[in-house]
C-alpha cells in the first residue's frame, strides 16, 4: 500500500490516509455515544500494526524517536505491571489496561506514515462531545435517569464529557476566522453540561483549566474570547445550580454534610466513603512501600485492615481506592508511583515542547496538556485507570495527538532532533 518516490522518501497511497483519517474522527465520536467506545479504535490500531509492521520497523528511528519518551513511559508502566504480576500474583484484568495502552502507541507512527487530516480528530471530537451531551438529556429527559451515564458509569461520563470540552475548547485558534469560528465553544459548553447532566461532582474543578487555555493563546483577541466564554460557562454553571431538576445544588450540599458526618463518625455516605478508602490506601503503602499489596491482593489487604479496626467495614464492597495515585501506591508501591507519573509526566512534557514551536502542532498540543491535566484532576476522586474506558481514552488520545503534533510541525528539516531528510515526509493540515 506504499510506494517510493525517487529520494527514498515513504509516501502513503490516498487511501491509506482516508482510512487513517476516518480513524482518528471515529475514535472520540464512538467514545461516549455507542457501548463499543474506544473498543473499535483499539481494534483498528492493533491489525493496522500488523499491516505495517514492516515500514514502521523500517522507518522506527526517524518515526517514533520524537515520541520515545512517552512511549517509554507506557512500557515502563506495562513492565511494572508485569513485575507486579509474577511477584505478588496475577489477575488478568491488571494487565489488559496496561497492555492496551502500550499497544495503541502504535498509532504515532501510523499517523506519521500515512498522514491523515489532521482536521477530522477536531470534527470527531466535536461530534463526540455534541453526541455525549445528547445522550445525556435523553437519558435524564427521556428515560428519568437520576444521573445520566452513558453507556458507563456516570463518573466516568462526566469527567470524560468535560475533558472533550475542554480540548475541544483547544481548536478555538484552528477555527479562528471560519465558519465554524463558534463550533469551539459550543462544545466546550456542551461537555459542561453533559458533566452536570452526569452528577458528578469530581471532574468540576477542571473547568479551571479553561484559565491554562486563556494564558496558552498568545493572541489578545482569542484570550478575550476564551475569558468570555469562562465568565459564562460561570454564569451557566451558577443558573443550573438553583435549578432543582438538575440537582446540582443537592450534590453540592451533600458535600458539607457528608464531611460533618465522617466527623460525627458516620461513614456510610459518598464523601465518608471515599475518606476511609484513602486512609485504608495509605496504610497499605505504608506496610509495603516498595511494591504494594499487588492487585489481586487489595480487596484481601482490604479487609484485614477492617478486621484489625484500622477502617470500618462499610468499605468491604470496594475493589479501588477512588484515587489514581493511592491506588498505584496501595498496589504496586513506589513503582507503581513512579509508573504512573511517568504517563502524566512524559506526555505532558512532550506536549508543553511542541506548544513552545508556535507553529501549527500547537493546538493539538494545547488538547494534550489540557486531556494530562484533567486526568491528573479526575484521579483525585477516581480511579479512571481501572476502566477500559478511561485507559483506552487516555492512552489512544495521547498517541493520535502526539502523532498529530509531530504531523504538523512547522519544519520539514529538523524537529526535535527528528530529521526529515531522506525519510518520511512532512504533511501540513
Not at 490516509?17 to 483499539?42: K, R, Y
Not at 455516605?269 to 506496610?287: D, H, N, P, Y
Not at 488538547?367 to 489512544?396: D, P, R
Request: charged fraction near 10%; proline fraction near 3%; aromatic fraction near 14%.
Amino acid at each position: 500500500m506504499f510506494f517510493f518516490n525517487r529520494t527514498n522518501a515513504l509516501r502513503p497511497l490516498e487511501i491509506d490516509s482516508q482510512f487513517f483519517s476516518w480513524i482518528i474522527f471515529l475514535f472520540p465520536a464512538l467514545a461516549l455515544t455507542t457501548p463499543v467506545n474506544v473498543g473499535l479504535t483499539e481494534v483498528a490500531i492493533l491489525l493496522s500494526t500488523i499491516v505495517y509492521a514492516k515500514p514502521l520497523w523500517q522507518h522506527r528511528q526517524n518515526i517514533f524517536s520524537p515520541a520515545n519518551g512517552v512511549i517509554g513511559a507506557f512500557a515502563f508502566n506495562l513492565a511494572a505491571v508485569i513485575v507486579s504480576l509474577v511477584m505478588l500474583g496475577s489477575r488478568v484484568s491488571a494487565f489488559d489496561n496496561p497492555a492496551r495502552q502500550f499497544i495503541v502507541m502504535a498509532m504515532i507512527g501510523l499517523i506519521v506514515l500515512n498522514k491523515p487530516k489532521s482536521e477530522m480528530f477536531w470534527y470527531g471530537l466535536f461530534a463526540g462531545t455534541l453526541g455525549a451531551t445528547a445522550l445525556g438529556l435523553y437519558q435524564r429527559l427521556a428515560m428519568g435517569l437520576e444521573r445520566a451515564e452513558g453507556f458507563n458509569v456516570s463518573i466516568m461520563y462526566g469527567d470524560l464529557a468535560i475533558a472533550m470540552g475542554l480540548m475541544s475548547l483547544a481548536s478555538a485558534t484552528f477555527f479562528s476566522g471560519t465558519r465554524l469560528a463558534k463550533l469551539p465553544y459550543i462544545c466546550f459548553f456542551s461537555g459542561l453540561l453533559a458533566s452536570v447532566l452526569s452528577g458528578s461532582r469530581g471532574g468540576w474543578i477542571a473547568l479551571m483549566l479553561c484559565i491554562v487555555t486563556v494564558f496558552a493563546q498568545g493572541e489578545p483577541a482569542m484570550r478575550r474570547r476564551l475569558l468570555l466564554a469562562f465568565g459564562i460557562s460561570i454564569i451557566l454553571f451558577a443558573t443550573v445550580f438553583f435549578i432543582p431538576q438538575f440537582n446540582v445544588m443537592q450534590r453540592f450540599s451533600n458535600v458539607l454534610s457528608d464531611i460533618n458526618q465522617y466527623r460525627r463518625g458516620n461513614v456510610f455516605t459518598s464523601i465518608g466513603v471515599r475518606f476511609e478508602l484513602w486512609k485504608g490506601a495509605l496504610q497499605m503503602f505504608i506496610e509495603h512501600p516498595l511494591m504494594g499489596v499487588g492487585y489481586i491482593n487489595y480487596h484481601k489487604a482490604l479487609n484485614e485492615l477492617i478486621f484489625r479496626r484500622s477502617i470500618d467495614p462499610a468499605v468491604s464492597i470496594y475493589y479501588h481506592a477512588h484515587n489514581e495515585v493511592l491506588q498505584a501506591l496501595a498496589t504496586q508501591g513506589l513503582i507503581g508511583g513512579v509508573a504512573l507519573a511517568s504517563i502524566y509526566a512524559a506526555p505532558l512534557a512532550f506536549f508543553m515542547r511542541c506548544w513552545r514551536r508556535h507553529d501549527e502542532s500547537q493546538c493539538y498540543a494545547l488538547a494534550g496538556i489540557l486531556l494530562v491535566l484533567s486526568y491528573i484532576i479526575f484521579g483525585l476522586t477516581q480511579v479512571l485507570f481501572s476502566h477500559h474506558l478511561g485507559t483506552g481514552f487516555y492512552a489512544t488520545s495521547i498517541s493520535v495527538l502526539v502523532g498529530l503534533c509531530m504531523l504538523n510541525r512547522a519544519s520539514a528539516s529538523q524537529v526535535d532532533g527528528f530529521s526529515t531528510k531522506d525519510s518520511v515526509p512532512v504533511a501540513t493540515r
